[in-house]
C-alpha cells in the first residue's frame, strides 16, 4: 500500500506532516523541541520570549479540569539574548522551529526578532490572556496588531505568523490587521480567559486567579474562529485549540487551517503527533483523499 503523503508547504517552509507543537508546552529549552520533533511534530514552536527575563506569576500557575487546562503562568523565560543557543539545539531535530515572541509594542517585537535571527518563522504572541502589558492587552486592538506585525516584518528574514486571540468581539477584525500589516499566516487561536475557585476555602486556585483555558472546551470555539478566518483572508490559517486525535485534526482543517498546533494533549502523551498523523493518514486513504481535498471543505458544502 502506497504510504500516504502529509508534507504540506507553509509560507515557504516544508512540513513532512501538518502538526505543530504550540507555544508554551515543552518549549523552553533546546533539547525539550528537540524531542519533540523526534516524536513526530512536523515543526515546533518555542516558549514565548521577551525583551528581558521574566519569572512569571506566582504557582499555583497550572489546574487540570475535566475538560481541559487553566494555566496562568506569566509568560516566564530567559529573554532573547540568553535563548539564542537553543534555537541551535532545536533546529538539531531536523524540523523547522518557529519562535514565538511577545513584547509591549512594535520596537520590542523588531529587537527579540533581530535578536533571534536564525529561526525557521516568527509567531507573535498578540494573544496571552493573563499576562500584563503584553499578549491580548495589544492583541485586541486592530490598528496596534497591523503595527506590530508591520514591524516585525520588517526585522525579520523569516515568514512572520501572528497568533491570535478568541477574547475579542470579532476575530475577523484582528486578523484582517495583522494581514494588513503583512503577516504570512495567522494562528488561531490562544486559550480563553478563565477561572476556578476552590469551593472549600473561597479562594481562587490559581497564583494569578485568573488564567487561560485549554483542550477539548476550547475547542468548537478554535473551529469556529478558524472558519471566519480561513472565509476573510488570503493567507494561511494554522488553527489550535483541543486537538488531541486525528478527528480534531480533520475538523479543523475541514474549517480551514492549513496546519494545526497541538499543546495541552501533549500533557497526556508525546506520542500524540505520530497519533494523529497516523489517523489523519488512514483518513484520507480510507476517502481517496490527499490533505489539500479536505482543507476548508467545510466551506465547499455549504450551499451544496
Same mark, same amino acid.
Given at each position: ?9 507553509? +509560507? ?6 501538518? +502538526? ?7 518549549? +523552553? ?11 513526530? #511534530? =512536523?515543526? %515546533?514552536? +518555542? ?6 527575563? @521574566? ?8 489546574? @487540570? ?7 496562568? !503562568? =506569566? ?5 532573547? @539574548? ?17 519562535? &514565538? ?15 533571534? /535571527? ?7 504572541? %498578540? ?6 502589558? $503584553?499578549?491580548?492587552? %495589544?492583541?485586541?486592538?486592530? *490598528? ?8 516585525? @516584518?520588517?526585522?525579520? &528574514? ?13 476575530? %475577523? ?9 503583512? #503577516? ?32 477539548? #472546551? ?7 474562529? *478558524? $472558519? /471566519?478566518? $480561513?472565509? #476573510?483572508?488570503?493567507?494561511? *490559517? ?15 482543517? !475541514?474549517?480551514?487551517?492549513?496546519? *494545526? ?6 500533557? /497526556? &502523551? ?21 490533505? /489539500? ?12
Amino acid at each position: 500500500m502506497t504510504k500516504t503523503d502529509l508534507s504540506i508547504e507553509l +509560507t515557504g517552509l516544508a512540513l513532512e506532516n501538518p +502538526t505543530i507543537l504550540a507555544a508554551g508546552v515543552l518549549g +523552553t529549552t533546546g533539547s525539550s523541541l528537540k524531542r519533540m520533533a523526534n516524536s513526530g #511534530a =512536523g515543526a %515546533v514552536v +518555542t516558549k514565548s520570549i521577551g525583551i528581558e527575563p @521574566k519569572p512569571g506569576h506566582p504557582n499555583p500557575t497550572m489546574f @487540570k479540569l475535566e475538560c481541559g487546562f487553566l494555566n496562568a !503562568m =506569566g509568560l516566564p523565560n530567559p529573554a532573547y @539574548k540568553e535563548f539564542r543557543g537553543e534555537l541551535d539545539i532545536a533546529k538539531e531535530g531536523g524540523v523547522p522551529v518557529i519562535a &514565538s515572541v511577545f513584547g509591549a509594542h512594535p520596537d520590542e517585537f523588531s529587537e527579540i526578532i533581530a535578536g533571534l /535571527d536564525g529561526a525557521d518563522a516568527y509567531e507573535l504572541n %498578540v494573544s496571552c490572556p493573563h499576562a500584563i502589558g $503584553y499578549g491580548a492587552v %495589544v492583541g485586541t486592538d486592530p *490598528v496596534l496588531v497591523e503595527e506590530i506585525t508591520r514591524a516585525a @516584518k520588517r526585522a525579520a &528574514s523569516a515568514p512572520v505568523w501572528v497568533k491570535l486571540t478568541p477574547n475579542v468581539t470579532d476575530i %475577523v477584525e484582528i486578523g484582517m490587521a495583522a494581514r494588513k500589516g503583512g #503577516a504570512d499566516a495567522v494562528v488561531a487561536v490562544n486559550t480563553i480567559r478563565g477561572m476556578a475557585i476552590d469551593i472549600h476555602s473561597g479562594y481562587p486556585i490559581l497564583g494569578n486567579r485568573f488564567g487561560g483555558l485549554s483542550g477539548a #472546551a476550547i475547542h468548537p470555539v478554535a473551529v469556529k474562529c *478558524v $472558519y /471566519d478566518l $480561513y472565509q #476573510a483572508l488570503d493567507i494561511p *490559517v494554522i488553527g489550535v485549540g483541543g486537538i488531541s486525535k486525528w478527528q480534531d485534526a480533520v475538523e479543523m482543517m !475541514m474549517a480551514g487551517a492549513r496546519a *494545526v498546533q497541538i499543546g495541552s494533549a501533549v500533557y /497526556d &502523551s508525546i506520542n500524540v503527533f505520530d497519533d494523529v498523523t497516523a489517523g489523519l493518514a488512514r483518513y484520507l486513504a480510507s476517502h481517496s483523499m490527499v490533505l /489539500d481535498d479536505i482543507i476548508g471543505l467545510a466551506h465547499r458544502k455549504v450551499g451544496l
